[in-house]
């Protein structure tokens, strides 16, 4: 699936008139700025700026959104500041610009992706346009955390990814991407301890060796000498009066941190309201997972292999857990997963049969498809120049694809729910796994992918979904 924002390999130049009216603004702002003193000025000329290498570097539709995003919250920040240093005139002058510019990337944001047949686009409303915003000042991090990373040799790993593709139609991979998992052993070693989580309660945390091995050899040494990767992480919440069904929730992209999934999750509620116990799983490459200071690291900027090798081990260790949890009493178990998670989640619903129910939270999708938002403009064509494409990547990366697989949980126990202006994870991938999950219970929300409008809705759509699935099981 390719994705419909990562533009060809240079863009197309927006028209003239449309990169003129920032560079001008950006000089109209400087100027102001200047009588009104040296703070003021200080606060103008970065903005100015990059107003003007916005007007100047500007493509079409791909991409443009999300910068005339970050310039209109990076005008809106200077007013404030500009307002803050006295210069009322400028001030003014600068959150209004900062306002229009705003509006402009997130509708420009909002037509790139249509909603799925039969469903509008939400109207546009401050807390909407806060909602988009915020998805792609997330996009905008993300991608300016790869530019400051070593460029990649594109040609070595492009020439990896080939192999790995071979590799999968050689054992009939990609037809049956189910054969390349192999059953864990019973996980039979475990340290438990008690933590206290400030909001969340008292939660036990559960750690055992993943002892997982990548299949494919190009990155197997790497990814196997991350030493902190190679224990797994769970915490736990369990009724103390004796084991209830137990969802294990998978968190997202650049997550893992206990004490924040904890609260996404929002744990007490499941635990005290639906009477569940919860497990808190932390993703390969995640939180205390992680090899350096950034969660997630390698997990999708790094090596395509790697990518494969993370999601692997993450069905090998959520086997282990799960066999665990059934030995420990649990009576039946459940997977959600968001974002990332989902995807996850998506993977692990169709491998495990001993599932009662699973839910998807704007689930990723099209993985090749994320992943290109992660690069910037220029790497994103150096790549596909080397014979870095969604064909290839496709193929290399065919058996974690959910859309390659069928869930092995029953119909009525699939919940799949999106954001109609999730700029993250575009709608209609959300309905592709809808569509290919058989067209199970589903729930769209008027929100984004990190804000949820209309989340007591979603609260009440996922709670009745898990008392008809896991609940059902007390």
């Known amino acids: 699936m390719s994705d419909p924002r990562a533009g060809g ?23 102001a ?29 791909p991409d443009a959104p999300r910068r005339w995003v970050g310039a209109g919250l990076a005008t809106a920040l200077a007013g404030a500041l500009l307002l803050a240093a006295g210069s009322g005139l400028a001030a003014l002058l600068t959150l209004a610009l900062g306002g229009v510019v705003l509006e402009r ?15 509008a686009t939400p109207a546009l409303s401050p807390s909407l346009a806060l909602a988009v915003a915020t998805d792609e000042v997330f996009g905008l991090a993300w991608e300016t955390a790869r530019r400051a990373q070593p460029r990649p040799d594109f040609a070595r790993v492009a020439a990896d990814v080939r192999a790995a593709a071979d590799r999968n139609r050689e054992h009939g991979w990609i037809e049956h991407p189910e054969l390349s998992y192999y059953a864990p052993p019973p996980l039979e ?13 008292s939660a036990e945390h559960l750690r055992f060796a993943s002892e997982f091995e990548p299949l494919d050899p190009e990155v197997r040494d790497d990814f196997v000498s991350r030493h902190a990767n190679r224990t797994a992480h769970v915490h736990l919440w369990r009724h103390l009066a004796g084991p209830r069904p137990t969802l294990i929730c998978l968190h997202g992209h650049r997550q893992g941190h206990v004490a924040f999934d904890a609260r996404a999750w929002d744990v007490r509620w499941l635990y005290d309201v639906l009477g569940l116990d919860v497990a808190l799983f932390a993703l390969p490459l995640h939180g205390p997972r992680a090899s350096g ?9 790094g090596h395509p292999s790697e ?34 998670g989902g995807y996850t989640a998506a993977l692990f619903a169709s491998l495990e049969a001993n599932l009662a129910s699973a839910t998807l939270l704007a689930p990723v999708v099209g993985l090749e498809a994320f992943a290109w938002r992660l690069l910037p403009p220029a790497r994103r064509a150096e790549a596909r120049a080397a014979g870095l494409t969604d064909h290839w990547l496709s193929a290399a990366w065919a058996r974690h694809d959910p859309l390659r697989l069928r869930p092995c ?50 609260r009440e759509r996922i709670s009745a979904h898990l008392r008809e699935t896991l609940h059902a099981q007390i």
């Open 9 to 31: 390999a240079g863009g197309s130049r927006a028209p003239l008139r449309e990169r003129l009216w920032p560079l001008a603004a950006g000089v109209a702002l400087a100027l």
């Open 189 to 201: 070693k475990a340290r438990l301890t008690r933590v206290a989580l400030r909001g969340s309660g």
């Open 33 to 61: 700025a200047l009588p009104a003193g040296c703070v003021a000025a200080f606060a103008a000329a970065p903005l100015a700026c990059a107003l003007a290498l916005l007007a100047v570097g500007a493509e079409a539709a």
């Open 293 to 301: 200071w950034r969660s997630g690291a390698g997990f999708l900027d």
């Open 105 to 119: 990337g997130v509708r420009a944001s909002l037509r790139l992706d249509p909603p799925p047949p039969g469903l």
């Open 409 to 458: 949980v029953s119909h009525e126990a699939r919940l799949v729910v999106g954001g109609l202006a999730d700029r993250i994870v575009p709608p209609l991938q959300v309905q592709a796994l809808w569509e290919h999950w058989g067209r199970p219970a589903h729930h769209w929300f008027p929100g984004s992918h990190f804000i949820w409008l209309g989340r007591r809705a979603v």
């Open 307 to 340: 990518t494969s090798a993370a999601l692997a081990q993450a069905v090998w260790d959520l086997r282990r857990l799960g066999g665990w949890l059934q030995a420990q009493g649990s009576p039946a178990l459940g997977v959600a997963g968001f974002g990332l």
